[in-house]
């Protein structure tokens, strides 16, 4: 698991395009959440997101975090492999946009870490387990969850 965290930050990270030109607002969120998260990473996500490279406050990244993860449970709900968590996924984070809207964000920052993020983890036992014993999409599914973590600890940025 460490491992496989460890793979795919270095693969966003070297991501050819990301981290061009960037954002001080992106610069100053990540350096805030460093020993957290890698600074390379963090910048590499946020920089590759026109929404959040435009964001000119932390709640404007924090929004931007949300979509980002948003998108990507989106895009791997396509390949129809756990269409029910990945579901359950996307209704947690619509909850945690309207949490986020309303300036809720402690309760967003939670509701992503204790529910969101977890569905995708969810998703990886279940075919772990099953008859295959594999999980296809165990890098998406890794993904996600990273994605959605991030966007809880930038959330939390906003609590104080
Ligand atoms: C943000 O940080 C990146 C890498 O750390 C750097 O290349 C970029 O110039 C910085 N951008 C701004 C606007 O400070
Ligand atoms: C995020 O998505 C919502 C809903 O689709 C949209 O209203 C909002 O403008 C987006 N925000 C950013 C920062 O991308
Ligand atoms: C997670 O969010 C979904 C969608 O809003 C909700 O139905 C479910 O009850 C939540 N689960 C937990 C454990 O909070």
Not at 127 to 143: C, M, S, V, Y
Request: with cysteine; net charge negative.
């Amino acid at each position: 698991m460490v491992q496989a965290i460890t793979i795919i930050l270095l693969a966003v990270a070297i991501a050819p395009g990301l981290a061009v030109g960037g954002s001080s607002v992106i610069n100053a969120t990540c350096a805030q959440l460093k020993p957290l998260w890698p600074y390379d990473y963090c910048v590499g996500v946020l920089s590759g997101d026109p929404a959040a490279t435009a964001a000119t406050d932390v709640r404007g990244v924090a929004s931007a975090a949300v979509n980002i993860t948003t998108t990507k449970a989106v895009s791997t709900l396509r390949l129809s492999t756990c269409r029910e968590y990945y579901g359950n996924m996307l209704q947690s984070l619509a909850d945690v946009r309207v949490d986020l809207d309303a300036g809720r964000f402690s309760d967003a920052s939670f509701e992503i870490s204790a529910n969101a993020s977890a569905r995708p983890m969810d998703c990886d036992i279940y075919l772990f387990e099953g008859n295959a014993h594999k999980d296809p999409i165990q890098q998406e599914n890794t993904e996600n969850s990273i994605l959605a973590g991030l966007a809880s600890d930038i959330l939390r940025l906003l609590e104080s």
